[in-house]
């Protein structure tokens, strides 16, 4: 069968359309991103702006469009931080199903990591053990760890890389200041969430980042994906901290020239380095392992799930 997914994240809205059924890895049919940046149009009270909310709408019906010319026999529409935290975020979701047509399922935080975890785990499969997740969106940070398809402990921060970007290195270049600032509230609240939850945990036997502003600093320092197997290179500590200086001193339209930087990621990226190093440091992980796959691919794999029996929704833990 053919699924669609629309995911309206804090940075992009991302249509992914896959070929799929139970017992197969999904096949892509079709991807395309609408820019959004939404951390942008927040006013002082968290609410969505009217230039903000216009271009949600916009993006959403333009990858709505392209769902009715592909024919798909099934269309998932979910939303995360962004509009899940927004002071007018009840009233931008009727508006979008009013004007698209198109209801979307506001996923948790928890949600997010849970449905993430279930991915990875498919994508490394079994061997890979005791998996610790970290995911970096716009606009929040997850992080599960478990050794089953949905994890044992999770939790979501408010440190996406858009976030983080918009409250704490407005300038471009960002200040040193700023980037001081960061680090120390990061790392407080990573630090406070590996004692609260993840203490006692066994050590991972991999550590995992997914999202496109972790791939994208994979790329940078790593290189390219092995051309033999196709997987991406690791992301080590020691070369992130190696970077981290360079990125600082570029404004955003030169960083979105690096290798594997987009433009549309090039004014966040240096907050998403300093937020993930200070993670690596506080759960002292030298290495991530990268999965190109992610929360989209797992909203396929939950309902492909779904249709083969093996269970009601798993997001929650009461079905």
Do not use: C
């Amino acid at each position: 069968m053919r699924l669609g997914v629309i995911d309206v994240g804090s940075n992009t809205v991302h249509l992914l359309v896959v070929d799929a059924h139970p017992g197969a890895s999904p096949n892509p049919y079709h991807s395309q991103r609408s820019t959004l940046r939404l951390m942008r149009y927040l006013d002082d009270d968290g609410a969505i702006s009217e230039e903000g909310v216009t271009r949600i709408i916009a993006a959403i019906a333009d990858a709505v469009r392209t769902v009715q010319e592909i024919g798909v026999d099934d269309l998932l529409a979910t939303a995360t931080s962004a509009i899940r935290e927004a002071a007018n975020g009840e009233e931008v979701l009727a508006r979008i199903e009013r004007e698209t047509g198109l209801k979307l399922d506001v996923l948790s935080g928890e949600d997010e990591a849970r449905i993430t975890m279930l991915a990875v785990r498919r994508w490394l499969g079994w061997s890979a053990g005791e998996i610790l997740l970290f995911d970096i969106g716009g606009g929040s940070f997850e992080i599960a760890q478990g050794a089953d398809e949905y994890p044992d402990v999770q939790v979501s921060l408010p440190l996406g890389a858009g976030r983080s970007t918009i409250l704490y290195l407005p300038e471009d270049p960002p200040t040193a200041e700023g980037i001081s600032r960061l680090r120390a509230h990061a790392r407080e609240e990573f630090t406070r969430v590996r004692k609260e939850m993840f203490k006692g945990r066994p050590k991972p036997k991999r550590v995992v980042g997914t999202s496109k502003t972790i791939r994208s600093l994979a790329r940078l320092i790593g290189g390219p994906p092995d051309p033999a197997t196709g997987d991406l290179a690791e992301l080590h500590y020691a070369g992130l901290r190696e970077w981290e200086p360079t990125l600082r001193d570029m404004p955003g339209s030169v960083r979105e020239y690096l290798p594997g930087i987009t433009p549309e990621r090039g004014y966040q990226i240096m907050a998403g380095a300093v937020v993930l190093r200070t993670a690596m440091k506080v759960f002292d992980v030298s290495t991530l392992t990268i999965s190109p796959w992610a929360l989209r691919e797992g909203i396929v794999l939950r309902y492909i799930d779904a249709l083969d029996g093996r269970g009601t929704d798993p997001v929650s833990e009461d079905g």
